[in-house]
């Protein structure tokens, strides 16, 4: 249907029809009272007409409420709950999302993503213990290691030291009184 001849009036007396029918000329009224020229046979034949169209209706109506009736009855026999409908077609539109080519395309495009992204998160972590053990072998490392193991040692011969009663206190040690003043500090 064009656009320019499409009929989007709401109230038009066209809606719903075919697209063949909607040439039905529609008479209109020609003053602004609301009232036609029709002849008295013409508005009774009218009349006539819109209460067989409006009687059709309210068939039409009480016979759809019997049919969905009918269908929620045949439902809930089967088990068919609202619920598990939705369920159903949520996993229909599931699978017809997985079987489109966008989807598998996507899912292509993710895996081979993954997989490299795996393979590289691989390859830094072998270039990292390598470089590691490297280091480690190294003769600065082995200097720093030397010496840590050095400086522990006088640690722990110190705290020996004082377990048996030998311990002086050094410059860097604060006195009693130091360590008063510095546990009633304001900060």
């Known amino acids: ?29 020609a003053s602004g009272d609301g009232v ?14 819109l ?35 939705l369920k159903q077609n949520l996993s229909k539109s599931w699978q017809d999302v997985q079987a489109s080519n966008a989807y598998k395309k996507t899912q292509a495009t993710l895996s081979t993503a993954g997989s490299k992204t795996s393979s590289a998160i691989s390859s830094v972590g072998s270039a990292l213990s390598k470089t590691l053990g490297e280091i480690k072998e190294s003769p600065t490392f082995k200097s720093f290691e030397e010496s840590v193991g050095n400086l522990k040692a006088k640690v722990i011969g110190n705290e020996n030291n004082s377990k048996d009663g030998y311990h002086t206190p050094t410059a860097s040690s604060p006195t009693t009184e130091e360590k008063l003043s510095q546990d009633n500090a304001p900060f």
């Open 51 to 85: 209460a067989k169209v409006e009687d059709e209706i309210a068939t039409l109506r009480q016979v759809l409420v019997a049919k969905e009736k009918h269908a929620s009855d045949i439902k809930r026999k089967l088990g068919l709950t609202p619920f598990t409908e």
């Open 1 to 29: 249907m064009d656009a320019p001849n499409q009929d989007i009036n709401l109230n038009s007396p066209n809606k719903g029809l075919p697209g063949n029918m909607t040439d039905v000329p529609v008479n209109t009224p």
């Open 36 to 49: 036609g020229v029709l002849s008295e046979a013409e508005t009774e034949e009218l009349r006539s007409e």
